[in-house]
Nanobody
Framework: QVQLVESGGGLVQAGGSLRLSCAAS????????MAWYRQAPGKQRELAAL???????NYPASVKGRFTISRDNAKNTVSLQMNGLKPEDTAIYYC???????????WGQGTQVTVSS
């Protein structure tokens, strides 16, 4: 089992920055992908950023150039630096880990990010 705990959400004005962090613990396979997803009220959960254990990253167009995902494999942590925040970035942000070998997926409890205009 893998446990994920997020931190760093909050309220920020448009144009501001926030940094989210996620710590993974438990039986973690080394070959995995970690990601941040977000879900706004009334909308489906969507990918915000993804990073593989080798450092490859993927961002949707809506956040590219504003969000940066990073990870520390030794500490089993992943972070999301969010700059130039917009009201439409308001959502609950979830940390996710997928084991490449087994395709098991784990989720954190989520952290609220609210961007005021």
């Amino acid at each position: 089992q893998v446990q994920l705990v997020e931190s760093g959400g909050g309220l920020v004005q448009a144009g501001g920055s926030l940094r989210l962090s996620c710590a993974a613990s438990g039986s973690i396979r080394s070959d995995n992908a970690m990601a941040w997803y977000r879900q706004a009220p009334g909308k489906q959960r969507e990918l915000a950023a993804l990073i593989t254990s080798r450092g490859g990253t993927n961002y949707p167009a809506s956040v590219k150039g504003r969000f940066t995902i990073s990870r520390d494999n030794a500490k089993n942590t992943v972070s999301l630096q969010m700059n130039g925040l917009k009201p439409e970035d308001t959502a609950i942000y979830y940390c996710n880990l997928v084991e490449i070998e087994t395709w098991r997926s784990y989720w954190g409890q989520g952290t609220q990010v609210t961007v005021s205009s």
